[in-house]
């Protein structure tokens, strides 16, 4: 099976049997000496000294976790969508209360700085911008540091879902001075779903404490108080954190610079991949195309569901389609974490191979 | 070693093999077969023909679900706590808003059916009523089925922590017209720790229409929204449903009755291996201590953290202390899930062999 949907990825096999290792007691030594190796692993991905909350959590979990620590019921914040999970940023500081101001950006283009930057001169209430690092919808890497920057001139905080980023793409949060940079264990960690991570910067443990919405579980402070220990307040996913320990582990070995490399070189490989099939890629400027996703227009007379349903059948080649307005007009190859040459070789091959049966001519 | 914890359990062999199977599509049709398989599972496990929401969390989160879906801030909720578990429960709502009256109990004392019906009547503004089933912190089981017919007499919701008794000690959720009832992966199912369950029953489904504390993540109804389509709204903890999925395959071939039987037969072994020894149990009174821990008394002049110590370097035993202000002064034998009469002999040999060295004299 090439599981090739944007996560959960494939993990590599030694990280899988990581995984089944017997339960450990998660108050005790062997634990607090895990869960060191992890947070400093997890600070090297995110390119920060600060501190960062694991959650047993969907990555949408620590998204939550990022507005209800932040914000106060009536605070506006300024959403940034380009796709789906922009959208979704949105719904849940909306469901928070939340005072949401969007800037509508078309689907298939990059969110543009200078508009954030007119929107944040614009209305000095705003207090936080919601941003989308990828797109994993849309299959658009926005320019986060330019934005950043931009958030940071207005003095705003800088929240940003990069689930579908770290540990893919550089994301250097301290650098970039992001306030709140949250992401999962089942995108770049090639780790299976289940925890969720929230890096925290001083500006974001400022506002948590006059922030009003109420929270419990996804509380970072009760999370970070827990560290000394060496522990959770929750008794966490420790399969999971097995597998991101031996992940960690040989991400740190590689070094996150061959990380990027791998991602940019494969991500390169599968446009012009997909381009040499005659297929066009759906950002409308490849400047932008993800390193870690590729959404494809599906050609004209194809129908999506007999496309993927092939690749499943015939090829074992399980790609993701649309979402949303996309859904039926796109499909989308994921290429983050775990992906060889051949992954990407055998996808080609079974478009090459498929798409033919359904009506659409491979030019020569 | 010998993790004799409340959880994290043990896991069998099989168990933790099956979650290292490699990833697969969470919105495919593998993944659709097995959470259907999960949730009928689950079903027989809660004895309800009620929905439950399989949540990607920690136990503590599908607490958080229960009084986020039902309650709105302002209600007026009567809480019984018998331990820590118990006021967890409490400060969970009380964070939302709600307006908690608690029920004082003595630790080491099983909440008092006719104690809550006196406070029921005395306030008619109490709308649900907080209760754990099984009392981890203290090693004691509430009579549930008692209780949930008072709150039944006069109409209240009954929200349950049912944590470390579902898969363990019988749980009729129907039978005992009970609301929302919640647990763990962790506990009775073998399972390692990821995933919650919420069990919804129809009061608590009307009571989430108007309830009006704010919810994203943990919406009961977003979960029961997906069911069609065999997914989940969130990525879920898809390598913790791979060893669920054989857990209850196992558990349903042994039956409910077996599993409930092999918890009340070792609980009886360990109370009795425990009073040879010449320890006290926790419990004022024995009818109601737990099948799944029991919580023992630190003899005089012994040191806890010395004895959990030795425990751990020459036995591989690992119990676990007491919490709170039971810190120093209790010791718990955790025997839910998966465990074995040599586990208990263990146990006990172990206890045997050590406090002696501690200055405990065991009795002849």
Redesign the interface.
């Known amino acids: ?1 090439n ?1 090739r ?1 944007p ?5 590599p096999e030694d990280v ?2 990581a ?10 030594p062997e634990f607090k000496d895990m869960i060191g190796r992890i947070h400093s692993g997890l600070q090297t991905a995110f390119q920060t000294k600060n501190q960062i909350a694991i959650l ?6 620590a998204m ?1 976790g990022a507005i209800i620590n932040t914000l106060s019921p009536g605070d506006r914040v300024l959403s940034i969508s380009i796709g789906v999970f922009g959208d979704r940023f949105s ?2 500081a909306e ?3 939340v005072d949401v101001v969007k800037l509508p950006t078309e689907y298939g283009d990059a969110a543009d700085p200078e508009e954030i930057g007119k929107a944040l001169k614009a209305d000095a209430t705003i207090k936080a911008v919601l941003i989308t690092h990828n797109e994993t919808s849309t299959g658009i890497t926005n320019d986060l540091a330019a934005i950043a920057k931009v958030v940071r001139e207005y003095d705003r905080l800088t929240l940003v879902d990069a689930i579908s980023s770290v540990g893919c793409i550089p994301v250097e949060m301290d650098a970039w001075d992001l306030d709140v940079v949250v992401t ?1 264990s ?1 995108k770049g960690f090639m780790v ?3 925890l969720a991570f929230a890096a925290v910067g001083p500006r974001a443990i400022e506002a948590a404490k006059t922030a009003t ?6 509380e970072f402070s009760r999370a970070f108080s827990y560290y000394d220990q060496g522990q959770t ?8 954190m097995f ?1 991101l320990d031996l992940a960690l582990k040989k991400m740190m070995a590689d070094g996150m610079g061959a990380v990027y490399e791998k991602h940019a070189r494969i991500a390169n490989d599968v446009r012009n991949g997909v381009k040499k099939l005659g297929l066009e890629l759906f950002p409308n400027n490849e400047k932008y195309a993800s390193d870690t996703v590729t959404a494809v227009k599906v050609p004209e007379g194809v129908e999506l569901s007999a496309l993927r349903g092939k690749l ?1 059948s015939d090829r074992e080649v ?1 790609v ?1 389609g649309g979402q949303g307005s996309l859904s039926g007009k796109i499909f989308r190859v994921g290429h983050m974490g775990h992906i060889t040459d051949d992954d990407v070789d055998d996808v080609m091959a079974s478009l090459r191979s498929v798409l033919p049966e359904l009506g659409y001519t491979v030019p020569a």
Do not use: K, N
């Open positions: 099976m599981l949907i996560g959960p990825t494939p993990c899988l049997q995984g089944a290792q017997q339960m450990i007691d998660h108050r005790g047993t959590a969907s990555g949408t979990g939550e719904q849940i469901a928070y209360g999962g089942q299976p779903p289940g919405i109420p929270r419990f579980y996804f307040p929750w008794t966490p996913a420790v399969s999971v597998s499943r399980i993701a």
